[in-house]
């Protein structure tokens, strides 16, 4: 099946730095988004990105959709204890049996973010 | 508006039974979609209702059926129960109306002992 690569896995860093991470694909997708999820909780949705090459901030965070649409990255300014915890890629495939209406999210393994303050 | 909505939080099974979850999703989405999430295989894809049809399915064996209600509300069931199938089983749903972007709930944990 499809699969994301996200990398790094996992990311330990001091408080104040700046956080890179990115996911590839062998498909294209026609939307990526980037989730948080802390321990017991599901994955809340940061930032969506539905055109290629486009580049959308929410606050200190800063993600991009590939020129190629295989590919994405998300970065974090001036990070703070409150970040830790995993990110995850998903790219939304196309559901040709309804029209081509979006179909379900495909995700990446996760990075899981560890800041020392 | 709420969030979406997912009962029971946790539970505990033993094998061989089988569970019901239940999710409301945000008022007004029509589309719904469960996830399993386990620390081996990740996140995937389970199934997704629209409309109470079932219109897509991941790669799952029979024993995982779902059900959408006319109130867009919906169940799954797992069946016969494994201890493999203990997991955070996640609801999402949909914004017809702002691009598809999915939301999902806080998940419920089952443990098959």
């Known amino acids: 099946g499809q699969q994301l690569n996200q990398s790094p896995q996992s990311m330990f860093i001091q408080e104040g730095e700046d956080v890179s991470m990115n996911c590839t694909s062998s498909?294209?997708?026609?939307?990526w988004l980037w989730y948080k999820q802390d321990p017991g909780e599901g994955p809340v949705l940061l930032i969506a990105?539905?055109?290629?090459?486009e580049l959308t901030s929410n606050g200190r965070l800063t993600a991009q959709f590939g020129i190629t649409r295989k590919d994405s990255f998300l970065n974090i300014s001036a990070s703070i204890p409150s970040d830790v915890g995993i990110y995850f890629c998903?790219?939304?495939?196309?559901?040709?049996?309804?029209?081509?209406?979006?179909?379900?999210?495909?995700f990446g393994k996760g990075t899981k973010l560890s800041v020392k303050p | 508006k709420a969030g979406v909505t997912q009962t029971p939080r946790y539970l505990i099974k033993t094998r061989g039974q089988q569970v019901t979850l239940s999710c409301s999703p945000i008022?007004?989405?029509?589309?719904v979609s469960w996830y399993q999430q386990t620390p081996g295989q990740g996140l995937q894809f389970l199934f997704e209702?629209?409309?109470?049809?079932?219109?897509n399915k991941g790669n799952f064996p029979g024993r995982f059926s779902g059900r959408q209600f006319s109130n867009s509300r919906s169940e799954m069931n797992v069946s016969t129960l494994e201890l493999g199938d203990s997991a955070l089983y996640l609801c999402?749903?949909?914004?017809?109306?702002?691009?598809?972007?999915?939301?999902f709930g806080e998940g419920s944990w089952l443990t098959v002992v």
């Open positions: 999402a749903s949909r914004s017809t109306e702002l691009r598809n972007t999915i939301y």
């Open positions: 498909s294209i997708f026609n939307t």
């Open positions: 990105l539905y055109k290629a090459g």
């Open positions: 998903a790219g939304q495939l196309t559901n040709m049996n309804y029209g081509g209406s979006q179909g379900n999210l495909i």
């Open positions: 008022s007004g989405h029509r589309s």
């Open positions: 209702y629209f409309s109470e049809t079932q219109r």
